[in-house]
């Protein structure tokens, strides 16, 4: 049985994969994620690359991967709040508002956030982690679009056992 499919456009006899458990997609539309969403049903990792969140229902789910995607919802954290593993790598309308929806959403089981690239973020962005993500153990950040202070990283660590890995890339 295939563990893993990628999906590129146009997608056919998607339905040869209902007990796929990871699912890439590339370019995603909102009429191929409800496709997929209807066929897949045990998919636990979802990436998605380019495209749109919108019509994805997968209740399964706990690793999500995000990357060059559009506006996302709120409404997908409220529908898919089993993620344990969050990632979020160029999301341009990402701001605090959509941060904390997120955290408030999967704040109590997730373990792994990872935050990359262009964003909207402010330095308020790590006490809104701070007070929502009592369970978080792993915080990546990468070229955030502001620059911390020694001080306020240190209020993360308030949070039990948390590993915090942090780069700073010059471009």
């Given at each position: 049985?295939?563990?893993?499919?990628?999906?590129?456009?146009?997608?056919?006899k998607?339905?040869?994969?209902?007990?796929?458990?990871?699912l890439?997609?590339?370019?995603?539309?909102?009429a191929?994620?409800?496709?997929?969403s209807?066929?897949m049903?045990k998919v636990?990792?979802?990436?998605l690359?380019?495209?749109?969140?919108?019509?994805?229902?997968?209740?399964?789910?706990?690793k999500?991967s995000f990357m060059?995607?559009g506006d996302?919802?709120?409404?997908?954290?409220?529908q898919?709040?089993?993620?344990?593993?969050?990632?979020?790598?160029?999301?341009f309308?990402?701001d605090d508002n959509l941060?904390?929806?997120?955290?408030?959403?999967l704040?109590a089981?997730?373990i792994?956030?990872?935050?990359?690239?262009?964003?909207q973020l402010?330095?308020n962005?790590l006490?809104?982690?701070?007070?929502?993500?009592?369970?978080l153990?792993i915080?990546?950040?990468?070229?955030?679009?502001?620059?911390?202070k020694?001080?306020?990283w240190?209020?993360l660590?308030d949070i039990?056992?948390?590993a915090?890995y942090?780069?700073k890339?010059d471009?």
């Open positions: 049985s295939v563990v893993e499919v990628k999906v590129q456009l146009p997608m056919q998607i339905n040869m994969f209902p007990n796929a458990k990871k890439f997609i590339e370019n995603a539309t909102t191929n994620n409800q496709v997929l209807d066929v049903k636990t990792d979802l990436s690359k380019f495209g749109n969140c919108e019509g994805i229902l997968m209740e399964n789910i706990t999500m060059n995607v996302i919802a709120a409404q997908f954290f409220v898919h709040n089993k993620i344990t593993d969050l990632t979020l790598r160029n999301i309308h990402l941060l904390q929806a997120i955290v408030e959403n704040g089981h997730l792994i956030l990872r935050i990359f690239g262009i964003n402010s330095p962005a006490n809104i982690i701070k007070d929502n993500c009592k369970q153990r915080l990546d950040m990468a070229t955030w679009s502001q620059q911390f020694n001080e306020e240190r209020c660590y039990n056992g948390l915090i942090y780069e890339f471009f």
